[in-house]
């Protein structure tokens, strides 16, 4: 079954199931993530679109977290049979999995009972449960950046990123660590509904619905001199304008630097260059515009500032693995019913 389908060929609605695989050692704030961000979704007739439901590998009772107090979970791991969704997030007693990158037989036998097709994702470490059940070999995927190296030593087969937030790669998702958990949770959802419905859910949590850049601006250097102007300025700036062309030496000038400190300052703040970062804004626009209005698609391109459907359709195609008209197809004609795939991206 596709993950992201949730009408069955009879018609009756049925929300997605995401399951949670909570494993002792978990991280509370992790293990919370996807109940609040997908606990939150509803479509037109008010109705949930996913049920978040909670599972161990033993039968009904405590699972104990890195805090001082243990949870009560309620469904044993035949839970993960029922699932459309399956997420692990992050502990600290994966034992052999973290040491061995090898399965214990409680844990494999749970895996077993995941369905193919089976969308999977993973927060920070529970990475290594995935890469140690075989699902990431030869794929890409990532983690939190302070584990990276270790990961990949442990795992050569997997082309690990240490420098994004997530790690899209169809139906294996994976995040960098704890708050970047939020940041994947949200692109499912916007990938399976659309911008708008993200967008909603992240105004609701009070977060921001996408994060500029990767892990790299998060891994300790030398503190910026807080004397020193930043690229805020430049950035609003430039999100009030993005139907119009903006040069890099523009938004420096905005900042008072030249092109050469303001691209160094800019890349330490967000990650990412500023022709990075402004292709993403425009990308954003335009799906925004896309599904909420029947402008035309040149006259979408151009709003978006792109210049012509042609260029939007390269970039579109690039980030998203659809065209205009294709994505608009899904998000506005079916009601948001499913999302398009999503190549490898952060």
Request: aromatic residues 6%; charged residues 25%.
């Amino acid at each position: 079954m596709d993950p992201v389908d949730r009408l069955p060929r009879t018609g009756t609605f049925r929300p997605h199931r995401v399951v949670v695989l909570a494993l002792d050692g978990l991280l509370p704030f992790e293990l919370g993530i996807p109940h609040r961000i997908f606990g939150r979704p509803r479509d037109g007739r008010g109705r949930r679109l996913y049920e978040v439901v909670t599972c161990s590998v033993r039968p009904p009772g405590p699972v104990e977290t890195d805090a001082d107090f243990a949870v009560h979970v309620g469904n044993g791991p035949e839970a993960l049979a029922t699932a459309d969704t399956v997420i692990v997030p992050a502990s600290y007693e994966l034992g052999p999995v973290y040491e061995r990158g090898e399965l214990t037989d409680e844990l494999a036998a749970a895996l077993a009972r995941v369905r193919p097709g089976t969308r999977l994702a993973s927060i920070c470490t529970g990475v290594y449960v995935l890469a140690a059940a075989g699902y990431l070999d030869g794929r890409p995927a990532t983690t939190h950046w302070a584990d990276a190296e270790r990961f990949q030593r442990l795992f050569p087969r997997i082309e690990v990123d240490p420098d994004v937030l997530f790690v899209d790669d169809g139906d294996v998702l994976t995040s960098a660590g704890v708050a970047a958990g939020i940041d994947l949770c949200l692109h499912i959802v916007r990938r399976d509904h659309g911008t708008a419905v993200a967008n909603e859910v992240a105004r609701r949590t009070v977060v921001p619905p996408h994060r500029d850049g990767g892990q790299a601006q998060y891994i300790q250097r030398p503190v910026p001199d807080p004397r020193q102007a930043s690229t805020t300025g430049a950035r609003a700036w430039a999100l009030g304008r993005l139907h119009e062309p903006i040069l890099l030496r523009d938004m420096a000038a905005r900042e008072s630097m030249s092109v050469r400190t303001f691209t160094r300052r800019f890349r330490e703040e967000t990650g990412v260059s500023p022709g990075q970062w402004l292709t993403r804004q425009r990308v954003e626009r335009a799906r925004h515009l896309l599904e909420s209005t029947d402008l035309s698609v040149d006259r979408v391109a151009r709003d978006a500032g792109f210049g012509s459907a042609q260029s939007m359709r390269q970039h579109l195609q690039a980030a998203l693995g659809v065209t205009p008209t294709a994505y608009r197809r899904t998000f506005r004609a079916a009601g948001g019913r499913s999302g398009p795939p999503a190549p490898v991206g952060t």
